[in-house]
C-alpha cells in the first residue's frame, strides 16, 4: 500500500464499502470511482429512488435506470461525532456528519461528512457541493462522495 | 359463516399472569451465560405465576434472540411445542409485538400458555455500540459507515436533529426524559443505576456521543433476561396474581420507513405515525385514558418523537409538556419509566419496560403511579417495525 496522495476526511481503517454479491449497487460505486454521482430514475414513471432497488417503488417497474445527477444539495440535517465507535476513530474527533437532499433528484438524501473545520457552525438548510473523495490505494479500491459548503 | 371484523381483536382476550427477571448486570458482567439468563428468567415468571414450566406450549421473542425455542422446550421438559415465533427486526421494535404474536398464538387457538422472553449477555457476544473488524461492507451500511456512521447513536442523532429543527424542541426537553427515568431507578433496587442519581448540572456537564445526544440521553448496554407468560383470559383466574390484560397491541411502520439511507419520506419520526393509531383503535382508547407511559429509550430524542405520535401532546408542545415534574410518579401528568427503564434500569432490549407495565396495572412498581388502570409500552422508536402496546386492569375491560 502506497502513501496516500490526497488526505482523507476520515482516517484509514473503517469499512471498504463494496457492492452485494447479487450487484445491486454496482453501478452507483463505480460511479463514484469516475467522479459521477449515479441515482436510479425510473424511465417508466420518473420517479427517483436511492439506496437502489430491483424495482421502481410507485410502478413496479423493474431494474430503474441510472441517471447522473450533479452534486449539489442542501444539508437536511447533520450531527457532530465525538465518541468513537469504530478502533479507526480512536483518537479522531470530533467530525461531522450531514444528511444531503438533492433537489435535482427530487430530493432524494445521502450521508456523507461535511468538509473543513469538524466544530464549524452548522445549519440545514445550507447549499453544498461534492468532492469525490478517492481511495485508490486500498485493495479494493473505492470512492466516496463528501460535501462542502457552496454559497446561498 | 364469515365472523364481523369487530371480532378481530386482542382486547380482553388475553391475560399477563407471572413475570421474572434475572439480576440485571453491567454489560459484560454476567457470570451465566445468556440462554442460562433465558432460563432463570422464564422460571421465576413460571413461580411468580404458580405455573408449572412443563405447561408452557409456546415461545415468542424478537431481534434475533439467539436462545432458540426448541432448546429452551427441551431444556425445560415442555410437554408439547406449540408456537414458537420471532418478531423481525432488531433493536427494541419488537418488545410489544413478541406480545402481540404471542397473544395472537393463543386467541387463534394456537397454543395456551405462551412466555415471551428476551435474553442478553454482551460480554458473551459483543456490544452493540461498538464496532470492529469488518473490511469490506455493502447495503445499507455502505452508505453509512465509510463517513464514520457505524453505531446506533450516529445512526438516529440526525433524525432527532431534523425532528427537533422542524418543531423547535430543545435539549431541555431530552433533558428531562433522562431526569425522570434517572429518578425513578433512585427508588428501584433493581436498577443498574440505583444509588447513582442524576441532576441538570451532571447532564449539561456530561460529554457529548453525538450532538445532540449527550452521554446520559443514551441507552446503556446490559446482561440478562426479562420473561414474561400469557394465557387465556378465561384461565387468568387460576393463578397466584391478579391477572394484567392486555387492551391493544400494535406492530409495523409507515410508507417506506426502511428506505435506505435515511430516505424514509417521513424521516423526522419515530415511526409510530400508523402504529400508534391502530393501537388505540383496537384498545377503543385514547391518550387521555393512559395512566403512566414506559417507553424505549435507544435515545431520549426518539421518546419526544414516539409520546408526540401516540398524541401526548403535539410536536411544538413538546418543551412545554416534557419536564421533570409532569413526567414522574406518583402524580405527574404522565409517567415515564417508572422502573428507571433503558436509561438508568437495565438495557433488556425494552422487555423490562413490559415487566414495569404489568407491575404498574398490578400495583406493585417501586415507582407506583395513581392512575393504573391502563399503561401503555412503547417500543423501538426510529427503527421498522415498532410496535406497542396497552395492558390494563380487569376493571379497564
Ligand atoms: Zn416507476
Redesign the interface.
Known amino acids: 500500500m502506497s502513501s496516500k496522495a490526497i488526505p482523507t476526511y476520515?482516517p484509514a481503517g473503517?469499512?471498504?464499502?463494496?457492492?452485494?454479491?447479487d450487484g445491486l449497487?454496482a453501478p452507483y460505486?463505480a460511479g463514484l470511482r469516475e467522479n459521477r454521482l449515479l441515482v436510479q430514475r425510473c424511465s417508466h414513471c420518473n420517479t427517483w429512488?436511492?439506496?437502489p432497488e430491483w424495482i421502481c417503488?410507485r410502478c413496479h417497474a423493474f431494474d430503474p435506470q441510472w441517471t447522473e445527477v450533479e452534486p449539489r444539495g442542501r444539508i437536511?440535517?447533520?450531527?457532530?461525532?465525538?465518541?468513537p465507535?469504530?478502533?479507526a476513530?480512536a483518537q479522531h474527533g470530533?467530525?461531522l456528519?450531514?444528511?444531503v437532499e438533492i433537489p435535482q433528484a427530487d430530493g432524494?438524501?445521502?450521508?456523507?461528512?461535511l468538509l473543513g473545520d469538524p466544530l464549524q457552525n452548522v445549519a440545514?438548510g445550507t447549499h453544498v457541493e461534492g468532492v469525490f473523495e478517492h481511495h485508490a490505494e486500498f485493495d479494493?479500491a473505492?470512492s466516496?462522495l463528501q460535501w462542502r459548503v457552496h454559497g446561498p | 359463516m364469515v365472523r364481523a371484523q369487530a371480532e378481530r381483536t386482542l382486547r380482553g382476550r388475553v391475560a399477563v399472569i407471572g413475570i421474572g427477571e434475572t439480576d440485571y448486570f453491567r454489560h459484560g458482567a454476567s457470570p451465566d451465560p445468556e440462554f442460562k439468563l433465558a432460563l432463570k428468567a422464564i422460571l421465576a415468571a413460571c413461580a411468580d405465576a404458580g405455573l408449572d414450566p412443563r405447561d408452557i406450549d409456546g415461545f415468542a421473542s424478537y431481534s434475533e434472540d439467539r436462545s432458540d425455542a426448541s432448546r429452551l422446550a427441551a431444556a425445560l421438559g415442555t410437554r408439547r411445542l406449540r408456537a414458537a415465533t420471532m418478531q423481525w427486526g432488531g433493536g427494541g421494535g419488537g418488545c410489544c409485538a413478541a406480545v402481540a404474536n404471542a397473544a395472537s398464538s393463543i386467541v387463534a387457538g394456537l397454543a395456551d400458555c405462551v412466555v415471551v422472553f428476551r435474553s442478553l449477555a454482551q460480554g458473551q457476544y459483543g456490544r452493540f455500540g461498538q464496532t470492529t473488524g469488518i473490511d469490506t461492507i455493502s447495503g445499507e451500511k455502505a452508505y453509512l459507515m465509510p463517513y464514520g456512521v457505524l453505531a446506533p447513536p450516529q445512526r438516529f442523532a440526525m433524525r432527532v436533529r431534523r425532528y427537533m429543527h422542524e418543531h423547535g424542541v430543545r435539549q431541555d426537553a431530552m433533558r428531562a426524559i433522562a431526569l425522570a427515568s434517572y429518578h425513578h431507578a433512585q427508588a428501584n433496587p433493581r436498577a443498574v443505576m440505583h444509588g447513582k442519581p442524576l441532576d441538570e448540572a451532571k447532564y449539561d456537564a456530561s460529554r457529548w456521543i453525538a450532538e445532540p445526544f449527550h452521554l446520559y440521553d443514551c441507552c446503556m448496554e446490559n446482561d440478562g433476561a426479562a420473561a414474561l407468560v400469557l394465557v387465556p383470559a378465561e384461565r387468568a383466574g387460576e393463578f397466584r396474581h391478579k391477572p394484567v390484560y392486555v387492551l391493544g397491541a400494535a406492530v409495523g411502520s409507515g410508507y417506506r420507513t426502511a428506505a435506505m439511507p435515511h430516505n424514509s419520506p417521513l424521516y423526522a419520526s419515530a415511526s409510530f405515525d400508523t402504529v400508534a393509531p391502530d393501537l388505540y383503535r383496537m384498545a377503543g382508547l385514547g391518550p387521555s385514558d393512559v395512566g403512566v407511559v414506559q417507553c424505549y429509550e435507544n435515545f431520549t430524542g426518539g421518546v419526544v418523537m414516539a409520546l408526540a405520535e401516540h398524541g401526548f401532546f403535539k410536536p411544538g408542545e413538546a418543551n412545554d409538556f416534557l419536564t421533570v415534574e409532569n413526567l414522574t410518579a406518583p402524580s405527574g401528568r404522565l409517567p415515564l419509566n417508572t422502573s428507571g427503564g433503558n436509561l438508568a434500569e437495565c438495557y433488556m432490549h425494552g422487555f423490562e419496560l413490559v415487566l414495569e407495565a404489568v407491575r404498574q396495572v398490578r400495583g406493585t412498581s417501586t415507582s407506583q403511579v395513581q392512575r393504573n388502570d391502563v399503561a401503555m409500552v412503547i417500543g423501538g422508536p426510529m427503527v421498522t417495525p415498532v410496535s406497542n402496546l396497552l395492558l390494563g386492569s380487569e376493571a379497564s375491560l
Do not use: D, T
Open positions: 476520515l473503517l469499512p471498504i464499502p463494496i457492492a452485494e454479491p449497487s460505486w429512488q436511492f439506496g417503488h437536511f440535517s447533520w450531527e457532530r461525532v465525538w465518541h465507535s469504530h478502533v476513530l470530533p467530525y456528519a450531514i444528511l432524494v438524501r445521502m450521508v456523507g461528512n440545514i479494493p473505492y466516496l
